[in-house]
């Protein structure tokens, strides 16, 4: 099965430096992402939901700006899939935007916002707004 990109923003009204924080540390991840992290060092680790091991690297790492988490893919190995996660701070505002960017075999779209607005849904209830 090919795979799609899936991309959403959601604003968020905390500094990128938290918002980061929340984005990419394994503690702050198992509290909104995934059920388990396990860090093999600073760039891989497995991410586990329902009981299932998920091998991941981090291929870009720009601090309070994005990262990226690379899912190897055994049959194509050369476009793995990824999520990467981008905070963008508008100039009139100063809200923070949270740039989701999930490239995956999944292909249903509502499947995916419905996925990405409760994990996110999640995010906002132990951010506590």
Not at 1 to 15: D, S
Not at 26 to 48: G, S
Request: aromatic share 10%; charged share 30%; net charge negative.
């Amino acid at each position: 099965m090919p795979k799609t990109r899936f991309q959403r923003e959601y604003e968020f009204q905390i500094p990128p430096k938290v918002l980061f924080e929340l984005v990419s540390e394994p503690n702050n991840l198992k509290l909104w992402f995934c059920d388990e992290i396990v860090v093999h060092n600073d760039r891989e680790m497995n991410l586990v939901w329902d009981d299932t091991d998920h091998e991941c690297r981090i291929t870009l790492l720009k601090p309070s700006k994005a990262i990226r988490f690379e899912f190897p893919d055994e049959d194509a190995p050369s476009d793995p899939a990824f999520i990467e996660l981008g905070i963008n701070q508008t100039t009139v505002t100063k809200s923070n935007f949270l740039t989701v960017t999930d490239y995956s075999k999944m292909n249903d779209e509502e499947e995916w916002n419905n996925l990405w607005d409760s994990l996110i849904n999640h995010l906002r209830k132990i951010m506590g707004t």
